[in-house]
């Protein structure tokens, strides 16, 4: 298709006389041979220069770090599951082509990346400093805004999109490199999938208080200039 894109069918054709299972075909012959696909796609994503780096990229490597992280996480107790996604993030940025060429011009990215990965809940500050300026500590403020955002919005696209529209150095970001919504999104969904339900229910439960509290407010306000009348 061309010199850096090519297209992959992927065939199968099995015929064991009809003496196997449908069981065993379905369940371990071809998602075996769909692991294999797998880590074609995943080597030849890794293996992407940074400036080649499309939208269609950006999900699958997102893709491929969430996976990273799961993995990682696989070696240990669920103490420790964010000591050791961080460790999946790192292993990403070391294996990815691309995130090696990102990580020395945009070194707050780790910090970003594995601040995600522990999908704390702090409030959406907007940070409002520059792309050039930004520093570990802006991003994993950035990072602990998309967990909240995440939460209320229950949608990752959503949210994503609400997050970037908050933060001009994420517009920036965007702006310099197509691929980072798609693999933002991805990170957005595993968060929104993996997080806490009675987290989700406190952060609805807050909202609808917010909300209680704000028309109580305007009613005293009402009741009150009407009583002065």
Not at 77 to 98: N, Q, R, Y
Not at 136 to 152: E, Y
Request: proline residues 2%.
């Amino acid at each position: 298709m061309g010199e850096l894109t090519t297209e992959v069918e992927q065939c199968f054709h099995l015929n064991f006389g009809g003496n196997l299972p449908a069981m065993i075909i379905n369940e371990f012959t071809i998602p075996n041979f769909n692991r294999i696909v797998a880590n074609f796609q995943t080597y030849f994503a890794n293996s992407i220069e940074l400036k080649h780096l499309t939208k269609v990229d950006g999900n699958i490597l997102g893709k491929i770090l969430v996976n990273q992280i799961k993995m990682a996480r696989k070696r240990g107790g669920w103490k420790k599951k964010g000591d050791l996604g961080k460790v999946g993030v790192d292993e990403f940025l070391h294996t990815s082509v691309a995130m090696r060429e990102l990580l020395p011009r945009h070194s707050w990215s780790r910090a970003l990346l594995r601040t995600i990965n522990l999908n704390q809940i702090k409030g959406a500050r907007t940070v409002r400093t520059a792309l050039s300026d930004l520093k570990d500590h802006d991003a994993i403020n950035l990072a602990k805004g998309l967990s909240t955002i995440i939460l209320s919005n229950m949608e990752a696209k959503a949210a994503v999109d609400h997050w970037m529209a908050q933060n001009v150095a994420l517009e920036e970001f965007e702006d310099w490199y197509e691929w980072m919504h798609p693999f933002f999104c991805e990170l957005a969904q595993y968060n929104l999938n993996t997080s806490n339900l009675g987290l989700r229910l406190r952060v609805f439960g807050g909202a609808v208080l917010s909300t209680v509290d704000l028309i109580t407010d305007v009613y005293m306000t009402v009741q009150f200039f009407s009583t002065e009348g």
